[in-house]
């Protein structure tokens, strides 16, 4: 009799999960997300709780090849330079199988953040496991998080400011503004958008 | 005698602008070796979104440098030949960077071909136009609305032909 109660409550759960629209899934705010070890440029695993003296991470799924992750790459580093310090380093992750875009192999990742000068960790999702967990759909896509008592707490997910063509006509720079918020201790303002990428090729 | 023949001229004046659909006015135009292309910002473009006749349009947002899209975008070019005499029709959004319209988008449109209409969406502010396309899109493309006066769909995926043309007579009927 047991059994079939959980026969019947993986069928409900499979007949439910096959109408949840796609994009609903992930982490929203208030979640907790997963930590990870996953490789870094460097060939050192990174995850989260190395970071003993952190106050939260601003984690940024971008990639190589992706002209959107590239049209932010050096407002990525101005990031980490900014607010490492300030206790909220980023941590980039590359989503991307390099079987179906072999311009986000490791090598070029490692060869992409000696060119730039990556100051942050640039970790390869190896078998693409933790952005689904995160809910991550293209690149380049924001989730900050802040160290809770409970686990590292989703605050803000989306887009790093409203203008990626031209830096120079940006007027709403959510990231830099959700992390002074939590900085100073008040409520996020805008705590989630939307920003056209580069769909993350699994 | 005159007075009819200006009646005429007037006559006919009309049943051209009432034919041949007038696109909204674009923020501006490309042009480069014959290819034109014309640009709008979201508020303009929302008219391609919601044209009332007896067409179906079918609405693909991409991009040169977007791979999957790329790829499926014969599918379209297909889709769009093969359907006129049904009223369907095609219109390719794309969303290059304006720096690149004039150096990659519009050497794709001649090297490739393509003739579906294509126009150019320029409005980087992105997180204002998103959710009015679909409150259902991430913003990831390939992208892909379909609708007529009656029916919309929208599709966050790739298409093969296939997939395509089912779903269009799904809603042409």
Known sequence: MKKFQIFAAAVVLTIVSAFTIPTATG???????????????????????????????????????CPFAKAYEDRIIALDKKYAKLGYPVIAINPNNPEKQKEDSFALMQERAKEKGFTFPYLFDEGQKIYPQYGATKTPHVYLLQKTAKGNEVKYVGAIDDN??????????????????????????????????CSIKA | MKLLFSLLILFLMNCVSLTAQTDPKPLKVYSKDGISVKSYD?????????????????????????????????????LNAEYKSKKVKVILVSMDMSKQVETSLL??????????????????????WIEKVDKSWSGAIPAT?????????????SFTFEALEKEVQSIIQ
């Not at chain 1, 929203?28 to 870094?40: C, E, H, R, W, Y």
């Not at chain 1, 031209?166 to 989630?192: F, G, T």
Request: charged share 30%.
């Open chain 1, 27 to 65: 982490y929203k705010v208030g979640d907790i997300a997963t930590d990870f070890s996953l490789k870094n440029v460097n060939n050192k695993m990174v995850s989260l709780k190395d970071y003993k003296d952190a106050k939260g991470f601003i984690v940024v799924f971008t990639c190589n090849h």
């Open chain 1, 164 to 197: 990626y063509e031209d830096e120079a006509a940006v007027k709403q720079k959510y990231v830099e503004n959700a992390v002074n918020s939590l900085l100073e201790k008040k409520e996020i303002a805008v705590k989630e958008t939307k920003a056209i990428g």
């Open chain 2, 42 to 78: 979201y508020k303009t473009f929302e008219y391609f979104l919601n044209q009332k006749n007896d067409t179906t349009y079918v609405v693909n947002f991409w991009a040169t440098w977007c791979k999957p899209c790329v790829e499926e975008l014969p599918n379209f070019e297909k």
């Open chain 2, 107 to 128: 050497p794709f449109i001649k090297r490739k071909n393509l003739q579906s209409k294509v126009i150019f969406l320029n409005d980087p502010d992105a997180n204002s």
């Open chain 2, 145 to 157: 609305v379909i609708y007529n006066k009656s029916q919309r769909k929208f599709y966050e995926q």
